[in-house]
């Protein structure tokens, strides 16, 4: 019965050592994924953007609410101005946030051509 124990340990540890491993690289991962997230919603600066929290926000808002009334009755769906609305408000908040990634370059460039 010894030699069993003794044989079986080896495995268990070697099991062990592979779930370990397994959970280090989800976790990794995971730890990955938030960083990025982290970067898409913050500015060049390293701030969170409003307009782009906000963007995201109605944009998943508006996928929600279209996959729902994709199931449901004409009689329930928003009204189209308020969908509009929605989808104005996300693409607009995007859009500015782009803006302003572009113009930010400009301003770099402007300074770094000043200072030579």
Sequence with gaps: ????????????????????GIMKTILNFIKETFM???GVFNDE?????????????CAVALCITMYHNSFSSVD??????????VALLAFGTLGLA???????????KKEEDSEE
């Design 1 to 20: 019965m010894d030699q069993k124990n003794e044989n079986q340990k080896p495995t268990e540890d070697k099991v062990d050592n592979e779930k370990t």
């Design 36 to 38: 990025w997230l982290k």
């Design 45 to 57: 600066k390293g701030n969170p953007s409003s307009k782009r929290i906000v963007g995201m926000g």
């Design 76 to 85: 329930v769906a928003p009204a189209r101005y308020l969908v509009d609305a």
């Design 98 to 108: 782009s803006v302003d990634k572009f113009t930010a370059r400009r301003g770099k």
